[in-house]
């Protein structure tokens, strides 16, 4: 299997490429494939909960959908997609019940010790320049039993699995991003590393054809 070959940013910015993004999310969320479901069964259900990454915002929606009473905090690195996520969350007559901040998760969050519920992401992992960092911050804004879970793609995905990811991606510009990112994205083996050198003791790493998740709690 192939190095990883490192894909890191400041965020989906621009016009036409944050637009890009917005239909492929919609399109995500249409057909269901969103992790809305994982996210729930992992334990992540009411209180204050963190979303690192939420680009236009629709998993944390749906999310909400299901947690009515749950305040959902959001920590993105582009402005432009954090502007899109809140006009997104109008929509879903949900921006009462939703913050968000700007900022670079590989840096310290800017919340408290011990001031989250749960804390959820998903597609962004293989972009973080130092995931050690940003998991190791999850761990200290979680309150004691919080869980957490976190969502990616894997860089051993199948020809199968490739071909449904590019059905449903309609956009240019995603299915070049798409190419990028799975050549970025971990292993199994190598997450188990990454968390076996982070701060979090009871966790659990799973895998599928798409992708591979982690849960746990602190």
């Known amino acids: 299997m192939r ?25 995500l969320r249409d057909c269901k494939l969103l992790e809305t479901n994982k996210i729930i069964k992992s334990g992540i259900t009411k ?15 749906e999310w909400l959908k299901n947690n009515l009473k749950s305040k959902l905090y959001w920590l993105e690195i582009s402005q432009d997609m954090l502007n899109l996520a809140k006009e997104n969350a109008k ?13 670079d998760a590989t840096q310290t969050f800017p919340f408290e ?24 911050e999850i761990h200290r804004v979680l309150k004691p039993g919080g869980k957490f879970f976190i969502a990616d793609l894997k860089r051993n995905t199948g020809w199968a699995a ?19 990112s799975l050549k970025a994205a971990y292993l199994k083996q190598e997450l188990k590393k990454l968390m076996e050198k982070s701060d979090f ?11 591979l998740n982690i849960s746990g709690r602190r």
């Open 113 to 136: 010790e011990y001031f989250f519920d749960g804390v959820f992401t998903s597609g962004s992992m293989h972009e973080w320049a130092n995931p050690l960092a940003v998991i190791n």
């Open 47 to 61: 209180g204050k909960v963190l979303e690192v990454g939420p680009g236009p915002g629709y998993l944390g929606l």
């Open 162 to 180: 490739k071909a449904i990811m590019r059905v449903n991606i309609k956009q240019k510009t995603m299915k070049e991003g798409l190419e990028k």
């Open 201 to 211: 003791n009871t966790y659990t790493i799973s895998e599928n054809s798409f992708g």
């Open 3 to 27: 190095d990883r070959e490192i894909e890191t940013n400041n965020g989906i910015t621009g016009e036409i490429v944050v637009s890009d993004y917005d239909q492929m999310q919609r399109t």
């Open 91 to 103: 929509t879903y007559s949900l921006d009462n019940n939703v913050e968000g901040f700007l900022g």
